[in-house]
Every structure is written in C-alpha cells, then in structure tokens.
C-alpha cells in the first residue's frame, strides 16, 4: 500500500501563491506517478497536473498552464505544485494522487484546502 501526506493549503488572496507538497510512503515504488487534481464546491473532481518519475509535467487545463508549476522527486517519492496568480475559482480542495504504472489512479490523500479570496 501506498499513503501520500499534502501540506501547504490556506487561504491566499487572489493573485498570490502557495506550493502545495506530498510525500508517499509504505511502498511507494509502487506508483510511476503522482500528481494532483481537486474538487471545487458542488463540482466535479478535476484532474490539475502530474508528474512522472521520467520527469514529464502533465496538465489539465489551458488556464492551469503558466500559473500552476508540478515537479517532483523519484527518489524522495515526492511531488509539488507551485500555484502562482491564484484566482476565487482556484477554490477547491486538492487531493494528491498516486498512479500505477499501468496508469490507474489508485492511491489518494486525504486531501488540503485551497481557498483564494478576492
């Protein structure tokens, strides 16, 4: 089994920045991947970035790009994310996420609160 621990959520104001962090550990060569997405009020989960222990950066979407930075540690387990110009709608609870490497999303954490005022 794999367990990843976030920190690093709060509340910002809009246009300022947090990094939010995870380790894994338990097995953590189990995973090829890990990454975040995040679940805004009343909406559905979104997938926001990852990054693989070969060192490519994925992205949701477009608006993600430029304003939100992933990079990891394939020796360490870890992985980051770097918000940058947060805005309201950036709102969300973010998850951390292990991937398999088959490519399922299988090990979760419990998640960290983002909240950007305006």
């Known amino acids: 089994q794999v367990q990843l621990e976030e920190s690093g959520g709060g509340l910002v104001q809009a246009g300022g920045s947090l990094r939010l962090s995870c380790a894994a550990s338990g097995r953590p060569s189990s995973t090829g991947a890990m990454g975040w997405f995040r679940r805004a009020p009343g909406k559905e989960r979104e997938f926001v970035a990852a990054f693989d222990w070969g060192g490519q950066s994925t992205y949701g979407r477009d608006s993600m790009k430029g304003r939100f930075t992933v990079s990891g540690d394939g020796a360490t387990t870890s992985v980051y994310l770097q918000m940058d110009n947060l805005k309201p709608e950036d709102t969300a609870v973010y998850y951390c996420?292990?991937?398999?490497?088959?490519?399922?999303?299988?090990?979760w954490g419990q998640g960290t609160q983002v909240t950007v005022s305006s």
């Open positions: 996420a292990g991937r398999t490497p088959g490519g399922t999303w299988r090990y």
